[in-house]
């Protein structure tokens, strides 16, 4: 039921008109609608905590997007044993943030939840997220085996797949990951975090890894994505291990626009958005606008 | 003549099932809480309760001629039997313990009751015993297989404990079907958070020794205690001059024969000036259950004699014979091509002694098996030689050695296993990594994969990809990255086989060459010199 809600409202938020009518939540006496937001929004600054929260008010708040009683799921990246400092999951101030953004605008539950590659309680300590989540009222869960179920998903390529229940029950889905490296689609971020919200023969996806981002974000549909770049990793992604393979960016890009996120990202490592076939393939399936020159893009320093 | 029961013994009973409990308990939390907990070092010392095993203690010491000083912690115990006797059987051996249990039950059923008659010998635990300590004169440690500690611990680890893991989860399940869903969840995260979701390929073996050793309370009560333990021999040999004295008072005593029918471990308290100092393990149920209260513990500092410390007939004959068989059977455990020639799918955990010295450490408990995070270390079955059997061997496809978790060096409770920081642990290599290239996607395949290495978790990367062209069947020629070992980078953890999604026989895997404990299983020539001089 609800799920059906999301997606809905996802859809019309992207394809960009009639997106009013359904979601934003307009204030009384406001007149602003969402065409007068960004689209994608990037703050650079000292404090992950701050630019995080100063890159959700310029998309128009969290109240925007999230209902009184909504269950929001938030998805960082944890897929590592590895500290913040490597660069390898989505920093912990960021994810903090965002919890606390959540509930204070009226959300009644906020749920962080990744399906991890090492061992999952050790990525969740290491990271820093589980203590960070646990300084705000939200809930870190773990992936249970029993709440994965395999449906179909309608992709083009992907058909059917084994789907973290938790993340798709939400009423609303918002996608953190973090900007890396990685060997076969070049950079991981928000489409490919997605990955990290399913089960099954996970590493088979990468036979065909390009399609499997884009059939995986068109089916979790998140209502915004926010990209951690304070420390991104440039080589021996997607875990690196040491300092040197990381690098400070200070910034974190959020935005209502999945494949605007990603291609915002790839900008950061000096990479044309048109060189990643991800990006290409979300653009064709009209997920969103690779090409920022045709973005609404907000970009600030504080 | 008045017929009372002491009332005063009674009370000790029943402060020695407390006894009991609380060891029980204190050795299952221990159990429990090795693992990984959130932090990297564990402050439990599951390991402690090992170090009061006098067995453990001798064998060990013996067997891998090393004094460790961890093992003093057994003299408390040698001094506890020296004054008091076996109390530490009767009130601290929580696989005693186990064992009254189940004795208590099937006493109280029909079917399962054991016979009070047909006494067998108590000899046999001294054979045991005795072949255990010749065993460990040729550095051949068989303390683990029989040693309560051990036996408990791997029998929890690798059985009993993913048995009921195994349950919980279908309690989840269940909840979860039925609409409960936070029930389900804290189910499944009890799971996570203890890490109790493990399988091991002998959990059905181990588990059903351990069936048997607890069906044995049918035949006889503490049929385990009475016939087999080896420690239990061990202190009973050492009761010899222990204070506390078992007298029948002849005045009152009726001659009913109920103390020596009562008693669990057939010490015969009963005809009087049989009582076998060695085989009592003060559980005081003679006296409680003694009509007349006419059985009584003093202290006395007189000895007992000789004859009266076991009072078992152990018979020269037998003693020799028993030695004798101990030593016919070190070549046999040691008939194994592997001390020739390394054996490829022995990978022991970070930390682990060279190959001869761990065999004469390690006492097989399992302790590792319960703290490894995933599932990756198992008890050996062929892979260590006959030697090996139960001491735990990393079978990658199973599980990999977590980067960060040293686990397993802090909970062995010998020392095989060696405590290291992370960073020593991070330095340590535990084989070596190997494509086969018939396998692997992109080789064979002409398709993308790079699985193994994006998990491979040193930096730079121990598996680096290079373009590679395949030969298709139609004769098309596709270029694709694919996957190339840097021999002398890759530290053997086998993430990248355990990930590798040709997952019967994945296409990347780890052997034991290189490891760092060994000098011989290397694969580079290690010259350090000049090779023409001597």
């Not at chain 1, 991890?116 to 705000?136: D, F, M, P, W």
């Not at chain 2, 439990?44 to 001798?58: E, M, N, Y």
């Not at chain 2, 006493?107 to 047909?118: D, N, Y």
């Not at chain 2, 009973?236 to 471990?265: D, E, M, V, Y």
């Amino acid at each position: 039921m609800t799920p059906m809600k999301r997606r809905l409202f996802i859809r019309n938020m992207v394809i960009g008109g009639a997106a009013a009518a359904f979601g934003p939540r307009i204030l009384p006496g406001q007149t602003i609608s969402a065409a007068g937001w960004p689209d994608l929004a990037a703050v650079e600054g000292e404090s992950p905590s701050a630019i995080t929260k100063q890159a959700i008010n310029m998309l128009g708040g969290m109240g925007r997007f999230i209902s009184k009683g909504d269950k929001v799921v938030i998805k960082p990246n944890v897929g590592w044993d590895r500290t913040p400092e490597m660069a390898a999951c989505t920093n912990p101030e960021v994810v903090k943030a965002l919890v606390e953004l959540v509930l204070d605008a009226g959300a009644k539950e906020a749920i962080v939840i990744d399906n991890t590659i090492n061992q999952a309680k050790r990525c969740y300590v290491r990271s820093g997220i589980l203590e960070a989540v646990k300084q705000t009222d939200g809930k870190m869960i773990y992936v249970d085996e029993h709440r994965i179920k395999k449906m179909n998903i309608h992709g083009e390529w992907l058909k059917e797949w084994n789907v973290v229940l938790d993340v798709l029950e939400a009423d609303k889905i918002i996608n953190v990951p973090i900007a890396k490296h990685h060997s076969l689609s070049r950079l991981t971020m928000g489409m490919k975090n997605w990955l990290g919200a399913v089960g099954g023969a996970r590493n088979q996806l990468h036979q065909k890894l390009n399609h499997a981002m884009v059939d995986l974000t068109a089916f979790f549909k998140p209502t915004i994505t926010v990209l951690d770049s304070y420390r991104i990793l440039v080589r021996n992604g997607p875990q690196g291990g040491r300092l040197s393979d990381t690098k400070l960016v200070k910034t974190v890009a959020a935005g209502t626009d999945p494949v605007a996120v990603d291609a915002f990202g790839a900008s950061l490592f000096g990479l044309p958005a048109a060189e990643l076939p991800f990006l290409l393939l979300a653009g064709e399936r009209g997920l969103g606008t690779y090409e920022l020159e045709k973005v609404k893009f907000e970009k600030r320093k504080i | 003549m008045k017929r009372e029961k002491s009332k005063k013994y009674r009370s000790v009973q029943i402060l020695r099932g407390f006894s009991q409990l609380a060891f029980f308990l204190l050795f299952v939390y221990l159990f429990l809480a090795a693992h990984y907990t959130g932090e990297d070092y564990i402050s439990s010392t599951a390991q402690r309760f090992f170090h009061f095993d006098p067995l453990l203690a001798l064998v060990t010491i013996v067997s891998a001629r090393a004094l460790t000083a961890f093992f003093l912690f057994s003299l408390i115990t040698v001094v506890m039997t020296l004054l008091l006797g076996r109390v530490f059987c009767g009130w601290v051996c929580p696989l005693g313990a186990v064992h009254q249990f189940f004795s208590f039950v099937f006493k109280k059923t029909k079917f399962l009751k054991p016979p009070r008659e047909e006494k067998s010998s108590l000899a046999w635990k001294y054979f045991i015993l005795i072949i255990v300590l010749v065993g460990a004169v040729f550095s051949l440690n068989l303390a683990g297989y029989l040693d309560p500690f051990s036996f408990l611990t791997r029998s929890f680890a690798v059985a009993i404990f993913p048995g009921l893991a195994y349950v919980l989860s279908g309690v989840a399940g269940l909840f979860y079907s039925a609409g409960l869903l936070s029930l389900g969840r804290s189910t499944s995260h009890l799971l996570e958070n203890w890490t109790l979701n493990a399988t091991f390929i002998q959990g059905f073996a181990v588990g059903l020794v351990f069936l048997a050793a607890v069906m044995l309370n049918a035949k006889k009560e503490r049929f385990w205690c009475r016939y087999l333990c080896p420690a239990g021999a061990l202190l009973g040999l050492l009761s010899r001059w222990n204070l506390l004295k078992f007298r029948i008072n002849q005045a009152t005593c009726i001659n009913c024969n109920l103390c020596s029918q009562h008693c669990p471990t057939q010490a015969s308290p009963f005809p009087i000036g049989q009582w076998r100092s060695g085989e009592c393990i003060y559980c005081f149920n003679c006296a409680a259950i003694c009509p007349t209260a006419a059985i009584t513990f003093p202290m006395s500092i007189r000895p007992e004699k000789a004859g009266n410390v076991s009072n078992v007939n152990l018979g020269r004959r037998r003693l020799v014979l028993s030695g004798l068989v101990a030593v016919a059977s070190v070549p046999l455990f040691r008939l194994t091509p592997f001390k020739k020639r390394a054996s490829l799918k022995l990978i022991r955990p970070p930390g682990a002694l060279e190959e001869p010295e761990f065999l004469a450490t390690c006492v097989k408990c399992g302790q590792c098996m319960r703290a490894c995070p995933t599932n990756a270390l198992q008890p050996a079955l062929t892979e260590a030689g006959p030697e090996g059997i139960w001491t735990p061997v990393l079978v990658p496809r199973i599980g990999y050695c977590e980067y960060y978790c040293s686990l397993c060096g802090q909970v062995c409770p010998t020392g095989a296993i060696q405590k290291l920081t992370l960073e020593e642990k991070a330095q340590v290599k535990l084989g070596t990594a190997w494509i086969d290239k018939n396998r692997c996607i992109p080789y064979t395949l002409g398709k993308p994969c790079i699985v193994c290495e994006e998990h491979c978790p040193v930096s730079p990367k121990a598996i680096q990809l290079v373009d590679t062209d395949t030969k298709l069947p139609d004769g098309t020629i596709v270029t694709q990255k694919a996957p190339v070992i840097d021999v002398e980078a890759c530290i053997g953890c086998g993430i990248c086989e355990n990930k590798c999604p040709v997952v019967d026989e994945p296409a990347i895997r780890v052997t034991s060459i290189g490891e760092s404990r060994s000098a011989q299983n290397q694969l580079l020539l290690q010259t350090g010199g000049d090779p023409f001089r001597p």
